[in-house]
C-alpha cells in the first residue's frame, strides 16, 4: 500500500541528518552499513539510516564531556529559555511529529498527536523547573561554622530509550538532563529513530548546542550500551526498556558506579470491587488498556473483577471492545494500530493460546487481524488465572484477562504477587477501602477510579524489579543533581 502522502514533507524535520532518496529517508552521515526503519502497518521500509557503532559512541561521548564546563555554567535560566523555544517549535510541528511517529510506530494519528503534546509538556515543566533547584541552609550545630548545600547536574548522561513513545520517553529524559546542565548522547530505538531525529533538528533549531544533545542510532544496542555502562565519564545512566536489558545495563554500570535511572516492566492489575461504578470503571479501563493496542509498560495486564459483578462486567467490557476499530494509524477512525513487529504478535497469540490451553475463555477475539501482518484482534479472555503465563508476563498487547475474586484481601494478594511494581488501578466507591487498598498495593504509581494516571507533574516510576528513580515531576529533575554540601568554618 503506498503511503497516502509524500515524505518530503518531513525532510524539515529531520534535516539534521537525512534526505530523500528513491521515496526513502536516507541518512547523509557514512557508518559502517545502514539499518532500515518499516512503517509496521504496511511493512514498507520507511528510511535507510546509517548504523552506528560503539566507536561513534565514544566520540560523542568525546563531545558531551568537553562540552559540559559551558552548559554547566551557564545560568539556569538561559538553558530554560532554550527549553521553552525547543517547547514552541514541537508545538508548531505537532501535527507532522505525530504522522512521522505514527509511520514508524504505528499508532493511530490522534494518539501520537496526544503523545506530542505529553512528551513536549516535559519539556515545558523542566524549563520551569530548572530555575528551582534550591539548595538549603542548614541550622548549625557550631556557632563558628554555616552549613549550606547547592546541587548540581551531575555530568555527562546517557540515555537509551524504547519505541513505544518515541518521542515521550525521550523528552522525559532529555529535557530534566539539560535542565539540570548536564550534557546527554541518547540511543532511541532501532524501531523508531525518527521521532528521535525531528526532536534533535528541533532542539538545535532552538538552539540548543550540538554537543549537548547527541544521538546514537544503531542496531548495535549492545555494544553501545557496553560503551555508555563502562565509560566513567558518564556519571547517570537513564534506561526506559525491558526487565532484563535494565538489569543487564545495572551489572555493567556497577564498575564505575553509575547513578541509575530504570523504568523497566510492569504487570499492572486492574482491580474492580462490586462497590464500583461500572461505567468510569469501563472507561478507565478501555484507555488503560487498549491504548497504543496494550503496548505500553502501564497498561492494565490483569483484570481482576469481584464475584459480584464479574459477569456483568465482562458483557459490558465485551460491548465496549466493539468501538475498536483496527486498523492503519493514518486512517481516519482507527482507534488500533499494528503491533510493532511480528515478534511482539507472535508473543501475544503464544500468550493467549497458553491461556486457552489452561482453560480460559476467549469471549472475543483471540487471532490475528486481516488489517495485516502486524495486527491483532482486540481480545477479551475470561475465567483466566492468576498463574496463567497471560497474567505473569506483560502482554504489550490488546488482550485483557479478567480473573475473578471474592475478597478485598484476596485482591490485594494477586496484584501484589509479581516481581513488578509499576503502575495499578482499582475502582471502589468506599473511601475506607480506598485508603485501605491504595496503601497496600506495592506500586509505584495508583490509578483510583481513574485509567490514565501519567502528567509532566506527578512522579513516573516503579517499586521491586520494574525499576529505579522517578522521571516528571519535581523528583524528576532530582534524578540529574547532586547535592553537595558546602561547610564553611571560621566565621
Ligand atoms: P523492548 O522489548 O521494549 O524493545 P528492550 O529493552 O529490548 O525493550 O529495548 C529498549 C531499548 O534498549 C532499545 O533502545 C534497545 O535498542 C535497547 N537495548 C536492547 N538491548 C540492549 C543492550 N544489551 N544494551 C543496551 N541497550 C539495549
Same mark, same amino acid.
Given at each position: $500500500? ?21 521515496? /526513502? ?134 540515555? *537509551? ?7 515521550? $520517553?525521550?523528552?522525559?529524559? /532529555? ?95 486492574? *482491580? ?90 476467549? *469471549? ?23 498463574? $496463567? ?103
Amino acid at each position: $500500500m503506498a503511503q497516502p502522502f509524500a515524505l518530503d514533507r518531513f525532510l524539515p524535520l529531520l534535516n539534521s541528518c537525512c534526505t530523500l532518496q528513491d521515496g /526513502v529517508l536516507v541518512s547523509s552521515s557514512a557508518a559502517e552499513g545502514t539499518f532500515e526503519v518499516l512503517n509496521p502497518a504496511t511493512q514498507e521500509v520507511i528510511a535507510r539510516l546509517a548504523n552506528q557503532t560503539a566507536a561513534d559512541t565514544e566520540e560523542a561521548i568525546d563531545r558531551a564531556e568537553a562540552a559540559l564546563p559551558a552548559w554547566r555554567a551557564m545560568p539556569a535560566k538561559s538553558r530554560s529559555a532554550l527549553l521553552k523555544q525547543w517547547f514552541a517549535l514541537i508545538q508548531q510541528h505537532a501535527d507532522d511529529l505525530a504522522l512521522l511517529m505514527t509511520l514508524e510506530q504505528g499508532k493511530p494519528v490522534a494518539e501520537a498527536l496526544g503523545e506530542v503534546q505529553y512528551g513536549a509538556s516535559f519539556i515545558e515543566w523542566f524549563a520551569e523547573e530548572a530555575k528551582r533547584a534550591y539548595g538549603e541552609v542548614i541550622p548549625s550545630p557550631m556557632s563558628n561554622r554555616r552549613l549550606v548545600t547547592v546541587r548540581q547536574g551531575i555530568g555527562v548522561v546517557a540515555a *537509551i530509550t524504547p519505541w513505544n513513545f518515541p518521542n515521550a $520517553m525521550i523528552t522525559r529524559k /532529555v529535557a530534566p538532563a539539560l535542565a539540570a546542565g548536564c550534557t546527554i548522547v541518547l540511543k532511541p530505538s532501532e524501531e523508531t529513530p525518527l521521532s528521535a531525529i525531528a526532536l534533535l533538528t528541533l532542539a538545535r533549531e532552538a538552539g540548543i548546542p550540538e554537543e549537548v544533545f547527541q544521538l546514537v542510532m544503531s542496531t548495535r544496542a549492545a555494544d553501545i550500551g557496553d560503551v555508555m555502562c563502562h565509560d566513567s565519564r558518564v556519571r547517570k545512566l537513564t534506561f526506559t526498556g525491558s526487565t532484563p536489558v535494565g538489569k543487564l545495563l545495572m551489572r555493567q554500570c556497577a564498575d564505575t558506579v553509575k547513578k541509575l535511572g530504570l523504568e523497566l516492566g510492569g504487570n499492572a492489575p486492574f *482491580i474492580v470491587f462490586d462497590d464500583a461504578d461500572i461505567d468510569a470503571a469501563i472507561k478507565g479501563l478501555m484507555l488503560a488498556k487498549f491504548r497504543n493496542a496494550g503496548q505500553t509498560c502501564i497498561c492494565a495486564n490483569r483484570v481482576l473483577v469481584q464475584d459480584g459483578i464479574y459477569d456483568t462486567f465482562a458483557e459490558r467490557l465485551a460491548q465496549a471492545m466493539d468501538a475498536l476499530t483496527v486498523g492503519n494509524g493514518t486512517e481516519q477512525g482507527i482507534t488500533t494500530g499494528p503491533l510493532i513487529n511480528e515478534r511482539a504478535v507472535a508473543k501475544v497469540e503464544r500468550l493467549v493460546n497458553e491461556a486457552r490451553e489452561a482453560g480460559a475463555k476467549v *469471549i472475543r477475539g483471540g487471532q490475528r487481524d486481516s488489517s495485516g501482518q502486524g495486527f491483532y484482534v482486540p481480545t477479551l479472555v475470561t475465567q483466566a488465572t492468576a498463574d $496463567m503465563s497471560l497474567c505473569r508476563e506483560e502482554i504489550f498487547g490488546p488482550v485483557a484477562p479478567l480473573i475473578r475474586f471474592s475478597t478485598e484481601e484476596e485482591a490485594v494478594a494477586i496484584a501484589n504477587d509479581t516481581p513488578f511494581g509499576l503502575a495499578a488501578y482499582f475502582y471502589s466507591r468506599d473511601i475506607g477501602r480506598a485508603w485501605r487498598v491504595g496503601e497496600a498495593l506495592e506500586y509505584g504509581m495508583v490509578g483510583i477510579n481513574e485509567g490514565g494516571i501519567s502528567n509532566e507533574v506527578a512522579p513516573f516510576g516503579g517499586v521491586k524489579e520494574s525499576g529505579l528513580g522517578r522521571e516528571g515531576s519535581r523528583h524528576g529533575l532530582e534524578e540529574f543533581m547532586e547535592i553537595k554540601y558546602l561547610c564553611m568554618g571560621g566565621v
